[in-house]
């Protein structure tokens, strides 16, 4: 799947997956379905092809533990005779096989000096000024809400605020859409912010918040594949969250992407990476602003 907008999602999303313990040595034997060291490496290069993530030697038992779901789903007895069907069937099966293989940790307002940033920038251009910012790693939705909730904030509840949030993996952008979280998920956001933000459930929705519809119509949800060269986007972008993805890829994709990302960010725009992944080898491309920002040369 490439890009499809999300409108109308699912009631109910299940967004976690098990995740099972990395392990380099021998694979232990008796497990339900039979799984060879040949069945990983085939994963390894099904998942490259089709998402740019590299999977590395010690991710054998969590490969295993994820993707025996989808042969209890599918029906097959051995992932020999699942990767077969697989590579056979150009259907929405390979969208359930990367979302099993991808990694969902997400917070409201992680990494806050990146959100302190963004609001300076946000603010060093006239007012009525038209923003666009693009969130690619969007997860549950805890990222993509953070930012607008900083965009309004200092721009104030009118202010001309346009977020794309886009993911790979289409049934956490589906919870993503749907705004719904337990209050446990809301740590670090202040009582001021869920006021202001945020509806309390009643009855059998207590203990639930959902973002509030004001919030929700400036977010458009869409499924994106960054190692794709046909992203949807006609206008340039003055922002770009990229957090903690890159790592998932090899220099080689990840060299393709920031090139990408290049081309629809506008020039002075900013480039927000995770606190691992540092880009000083595409200086021709971005330039250093501050702690893992950079700037669209």
């Given amino acids: ?3 499809t907008k999300l409108s109308n999602p699912p009631r109910s999303v299940e967004t976690s997956f098990p995740s099972g313990l990395d392990t380099s040595g021998p694979l232990e034997q008796g497990r339900e379905f039979a799984w060879s060291d040949a069945d990983f490496s085939r994963v390894q290069a099904l998942i490259y092809q089709r998402a740019g993530i590299s999977l590395h030697d ?14 209890r789903e599918t029906g097959h007895t051995s992932f020999r005779e699942y990767l077969d069907w697989l590579e056979k069937h150009d259907g929405l099966e390979w969208q359930e096989f990367i979302n099993a293989l991808t990694t969902n940790l997400t917070a409201f307002f992680r990494e806050q000096h990146h959100f302190e940033i963004l609001a300076e920038h946000l603010r060093s251009k006239p007012a009525g000024n038209s923003w666009r910012v693009w969130c690619n790693a969007a997860s549950t939705g805890e990222e993509p809400y953070s930012i607008v909730m900083t965009a309004l904030e200092a721009l104030g509840a009118h202010a001309h605020f346009k977020l794309t949030a886009s993911d790979i993996d289409s049934r956490v952008l589906a919870t993503a859409a749907q705004g719904v979280y337990r209050m446990e998920a809301m740590k670090g956001l202040s009582q001021e912010r869920l006021q202001k933000f945020f509806l309390r459930g009643k009855g059998s929705n207590i203990g639930l918040l959902r973002v509030k519809p004001d919030l929700r119509s400036l977010i458009e949800f869409m499924i994106v594949n960054l190692i794709r060269d046909d992203w949807p986007f006609r206008e340039p972008f003055d922002a770009v969250f990229c957090r903690n993805v890159m790592i998932y890829f090899d220099a080689k994709t990840q060299r393709s992407v920031l ?14 990476v995770g606190h691992a992944e540092n880009f000083s080898e595409s200086r021709d491309l971005f330039t250093l602003r501050g702690k893992t920002v950079y700037e669209r040369r």
């Avoid at 010690?58 to 042969?71: E, F, I, T």
């Avoid at 960010?265 to 900013?270: A, T």
């Fill in 259 to 272: 090139e990408r990302i290049h081309r629809v960010l506008k020039p002075g725009g900013l480039l927000f």
């Fill in 1 to 3: 799947m490439r890009h």
């Fill in 58 to 71: 010690g991710k054998h038992a969590m490969v295993y533990s994820r993707l025996s779901r989808r042969l």
